[in-house]
């Protein structure tokens, strides 16, 4: 089932999300919705604060994006990133390697705004999947700055907190629109 995309503003954004202590038929379904969602929007990933959920729980799928290209490896063996996707990831924990660079980024919460984000190029991440087994990723280009995008969802941390401040204050007008619009729901 689809759910409503939590906009900014909505204090929930901004909120932790509380560890997955067990894998059951609610958040195999909440997993379930949240692909749906995410797909139907023509997104790479989705939190569970987006869909209204504080919990570490993420979803991305970098399968359709052709332009940007992606490297995976899955518990150290190198596999081919579209036939991985989508992801579903629990509890997830990130490390940050290499050189960061700005690309440019957009969020489901945000809808229309882009801006260019400084990421770090690759990471490494250790989460638990739907069937309970903890795997690890290492990913590098669009799928390590989805990682890190979705990672800072589930600490209640926003793709505008790393914005430049010249870019953040250009879009001051748009965010206080957008920030109003969600809260007169
Ligand atoms: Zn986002």
Redesign the pocket.
Known sequence: MKRPIVKYGAPILRAKGRAVTAVNEQIRALAADMLETMHAANGV???AQ?VGEALQLTVLDVSEVEDRPSTLKLSGIEVDPRVAMPLVLLNPEIRLHGETLPGTE?????PEITAEIDRAFSVTVKAEGLDGEFFQIEASGLLARALQ??VD?LNGI??IDRMSSVAKASLSSRLKRLQKETQQR
């Open positions: 990933g989705l939190a987006q957009g969020c489901l919460s945000f995008h979705e969802h926003l793709f």
